[in-house]
């Protein structure tokens, strides 16, 4: 049986200023993004330049905290937060939805494409394969803050099971921020990115990145303990997997309607290149 590491989560102070360790995952993120983001813009069929990534990334910023503190309050604690209104603007003290994420970058994604008469898909698939690396980043960010631990296991079954002692009960239980780090983190990153290298119709590695957080999420629930506050819901499922059960369908669709549109991408034409990368 291990003890789940103890750290600080403060990393380091900037004048009166605390860093969190957590702050500094999305940090690593957005510089994941940013830097693989370059790279894939130097192919010219993707119909992106290096100032798009840029600021994609910028507009991305806003739709993922945004849309992961309002995913939140609104799918997790909504009763709690409309009588405490001002701890929404608090996100320090915990409290982010991925699925609510997810929400927020899609937005982004239509304001963003809609502002460069671009196609809506063309930019989504040219961004989703580098977003699970941030989903890695924040399961890891969780697990250093020894938070959203797993379910309990047996340590004779399960040798890597570990207490967490934020959880005040000296129970064995799964580091199920680590199995979502390697699920809906690091697999579905390799996949997408491996899927996205050849030109794909406009829309399909969209759906599959929707359709592969869904069903790497689903699993991996099964190991993570419920919020003490919500519990198990219909069906002994918990609210993370009920949020990913319409996400695994919206994928499905959008995947059989880009499949029967066939619209190949766009590539960048020289003039755009010269001018989104002045």
């Known amino acids: 049986m291990l003890v789940a590491p103890q750290f600080d989560p403060v990393a380091f102070h900037i004048g009166p200023l605390p860093v969190r360790w957590y702050g500094l995952m999305y940090l690593l993120g957005f510089i ?16 992106m330049s290096e100032r798009d990534v840029e600021d994609l990334l910028f507009w ?24 405490n209104p001002i701890e929404i603007f608090e996100p320090w003290k915990g409290g982010m939805a991925s699925h609510g994420g997810i ?38 960010g969780n697990f250093i803050n020894g938070e959203l631990w797993g379910r309990p296991a047996d340590p004779h079954v ?15 239980r799964h580091p199920s921020q680590l199995y979502q780090f390697a699920l809906e983190g690091m697999t579905l990153f390799v996949f997408l990115w491996l899927f996205s290298r050849k030109p794909r119709p406009t829309g399909v590695v969209s759906a599959a990145f929707l359709i592969g957080y869904a069903v790497l999420r689903f699993v991996a629930e099964f190991a993570r303990e419920p919020d003490d506050f919500l519990g198990f819901l219909a069906f002994h499922l918990s609210m993370g997997q009920w949020l990913s059960l319409p ?23 020289e003039e755009e290149r010269v001018v989104t990368s002045a």
């Open 60 to 83: 991305g910023v806003f739709g993922v905290i945004l849309g992961g503190r309002l995913g939140y309050v609104l799918f997790y604690r909504p009763s709690y937060y409309f009588a």
């Open 247 to 269: 996400v695994f369908a919206i994928g499905l669709l959008l995947l059989a309607w880009r499949l029967r549109v066939n619209e190949p991408p766009i590539p960048l034409s």
């Open 32 to 47: 994941a993004f940013l830097t693989l983001g370059r790279r894939r813009a130097r192919e010219t069929w993707r119909g």
């Open 103 to 140: 929400l927020g970058v899609t937005l982004v994604l239509w304001l963003f494409a809609r502002s460069r008469g671009r196609s809506l898909f063309q930019i989504a698939d040219f961004a989703v394969p580098m977003i699970p690396l941030g989903l890695a980043f924040g399961r890891l």
């Open 158 to 172: 399960w040798p890597w099971a570990m207490v967490f002692p934020r959880a005040h009960d000296n129970i064995p």
